[in-house]
Nanobody, 122 residues
C-alpha cells in the first residue's frame, strides 16, 4: 500500500501562485508515475499533468500548460505542483495520484491522496 498526503492548498488572489506537495509513504515511490487532477464543484475529476518515474517526461492538459509545473523528488518521495498566474476558474480540490502508466485516465491510477482545496479569488 501507498499513502499519499497533499498539502499547500489555500486561498490566493487571481494572478498569485501556490505550490502543492504530495508526500508518499509505503512502497517504492520512484517506480510510479505521478499525476495531479482537480475537481471543481459539480464537475468530474479532471486530469492536469503527469510526470514519468524519472521526472524526464511530462504531459500537461492544455488549460494549465505554461502556468503549472510538475516536478518530483524521489529522494523525498514527493511530487510537486507549482501553480502560477492562478485564475478563479482554477478553484477546485486538487488531488495527486500515482500509477504505472502516464495517462490522463483516472482509472489508471492506483493510489490517490485525500485532496487539498485551492480557492482563487477575483
Amino acid at each position: 500500500q501507498v499513502q499519499l498526503v497533499e498539502s499547500g492548498g489555500g486561498l490566493v488572489q487571481a494572478g498569485g501562485s501556490l505550490t502543492l506537495s504530495c508526500a508518499a509513504s509505503g512502497r517504492t515511490f520512484s517506480n510510479y508515475v505521478g499525476a495531479w487532477f482537480r475537481q471543481a464543484p459539480g464537475k468530474e475529476r479532471a486530469f492536469l499533468v503527469a510526470i514519468s518515474w524519472s521526472g524526464g517526461i511530462t504531459d500537461y492538459e492544455d488549460s494549465v500548460k505554461g502556468r503549472f509545473t510538475i516536478s518530483r523528488d524521489n529522494a523525498k518521495n514527493t511530487v510537486y505542483l507549482q501553480m502560477n498566474s492562478l485564475k478563479p476558474e482554477d478553484t477546485a480540490v486538487y488531488y495527486c495520484a500515482i500509477g504505472r502508466r502516464r495517462t490522463s485516465r483516472t482509472e489508471a491510477y492506483d493510489y490517490w491522496g485525500q485532496g487539498t482545496q485551492v480557492t482563487v479569488s477575483s
